[in-house]
């Protein structure tokens, strides 16, 4: 027993984990006698891992990372439609159906994608479209938001028959289209038409920019005018991606926007209140430190 509310965030590796300081930092600003801490835990222990905590009274819910979120909805008992039909969790926590000691499993980021959008999303649009850069399991919270916004999709990734499968999955209804990555890349000519009243996104779904990774390849040539450009990584914060938007005139946002939406979420339904989002501006800070 912990002696108070606790939750966790888990995976492997997880040392690098933005998580307990975003959730420390709400729990200091609310005063919530609470901790929210790393716990390690390496693919196929997720098991031994919910049978610890769901004995504890004090555990509030647990945060879901890589490579575990496939298997934490499977050990749940009751799974929220988002997170069955992204096929994932990155959030579960206790008392998810008629008992308390039954887990519920939701996936948080697919909301947290959206919320530095919801203002462009409240208007109305004769025409969306969103171009999304890699097919790995960003992209699945992500294709899953888009669609139930009404996007048309373009899904690039390296293999092209594997971003054709995930449309099918996931957004089977629209005419969405599967591309290799390398095709934005190279310039295009491609006369844009006026796109007043359209709402167009080009969103790095991909590690590629992260450091140690390879840079991601974009010719600005395909962006339409007015574009926004929505980067989820997260380290370095300011990629080289969004730097190249920049210069070309785009607007941009960058990977805290996801982090911080996703985890005020999960926030909520830890610890019974909203998380206290007025200090955003401060937590950037201490998230850039």
Same mark, same amino acid.
């Given at each position: 027993m912990?002696?108070?509310?606790?939750?966790?965030?888990i995976?492997d590796?997880?040392?690098?984990?933005?998580?307990?300081l975003?959730?420390?930092? %709400?729990?200091e600003?609310?005063?919530?006698d609470?901790?929210?801490t790393?716990? /390690?835990?390496?693919?196929?222990g997720?098991?031994?891992?919910?049978?610890r905590?769901s004995?504890?009274?004090? %555990?509030r819910?647990?945060n879901?990372t890589?490579?575990?979120?496939?298997?934490?909805?499977?050990?749940a008992?009751?799974?929220?439609?988002?997170?069955?039909?992204?096929g994932?969790?990155n959030?579960l926590?206790?008392?998810?159906?008629?008992?308390?000691a039954?887990i519920?499993a939701?996936? @948080?980021d697919?909301?947290?994608f959206?919320?530095?959008l /919801?203002? &462009?999303l409240s208007?109305?649009?004769?025409?969306r479209?969103a171009?999304?850069?890699?097919t790995?399991?960003?992209?699945?919270?992500i294709? @899953?938001?888009?669609?139930d916004?009404g996007?048309?999709?373009?899904?690039a990734?390296?293999?092209?028959?594997?971003?054709?499968a995930?449309?099918d999955?996931?957004?089977?209804e629209?005419?969405?289209h599967a591309? =290799?990555?390398?095709?934005f890349?190279?310039?295009?000519n491609?006369d844009?038409?006026?796109r007043?009243?359209c709402?167009?996104?080009?969103v790095?779904?991909s590690p590629?920019?992260?450091?140690?990774?390879p840079?991601?390849?974009? +010719? %600005?040539?395909?962006?339409?005018?007015?574009?926004?450009?929505?980067d989820?990584?997260?380290s370095?914060? +300011?990629t080289g991606?969004?730097?190249?938007? /920049?210069?070309?005139?785009?607007t @941009?946002?960058?990977?805290?926007n996801?982090l911080?939406?996703? =985890?005020? =979420?999960?926030f &909520?339904?830890?610890?019974?209140?909203? =998380?206290p989002? &007025?200090?955003?501006?401060?937590l /950037?800070e201490r998230?850039?430190?």
């Amino acid at each position: 027993m912990s002696g108070k509310p606790f939750a966790h965030v888990i995976g492997d590796p997880i040392a690098q984990s933005k998580s307990p300081l975003i959730h420390g930092f %709400w729990l200091e600003k609310l005063g919530i006698d609470a901790l929210y801490t790393v716990q /390690r835990v390496p693919e196929g222990g997720l098991g031994a891992y919910i049978d610890r905590v769901s004995q504890d009274p004090d %555990w509030r819910g647990t945060n879901v990372t890589m490579p575990l979120k496939h298997e934490a909805l499977e050990r749940a008992d009751v799974a929220h439609s988002t997170a069955r039909r992204i096929g994932a969790s990155n959030t579960l926590v206790p008392g998810g159906a008629s008992t308390s000691a039954q887990i519920g499993a939701f996936n @948080t980021d697919a909301e947290g994608f959206l919320e530095p959008l /919801r203002e &462009e999303l409240s208007k109305k649009h004769y025409f969306r479209m969103a171009r999304i850069l890699g097919t790995g399991g960003a992209a699945r919270a992500i294709i @899953t938001a888009l669609c139930d916004k009404g996007f048309t999709l373009v899904l690039a990734g390296r293999n092209p028959d594997k971003a054709r499968a995930m449309l099918d999955e996931l957004a089977p209804e629209g005419d969405h289209h599967a591309i =290799a990555l390398g095709h934005f890349a190279q310039p295009t000519n491609f006369d844009f038409d006026d796109r007043e009243g359209c709402l167009d996104l080009i969103v790095n779904a991909s590690p590629l920019g992260m450091h140690g990774q390879p840079p991601l390849v974009f +010719d %600005w040539s395909h962006a339409p005018p007015g574009s926004i450009v929505y980067d989820i990584v997260t380290s370095p914060l +300011d990629t080289g991606f969004l730097e190249s938007a /920049r210069a070309a005139g785009f607007t @941009t946002l960058d990977g805290l926007n996801m982090l911080i939406g996703q =985890a005020a =979420a999960a926030f &909520e339904k830890f610890f019974g209140q909203p =998380a206290p989002r &007025e200090h955003d501006a401060e937590l /950037r800070e201490r998230l850039r430190a």
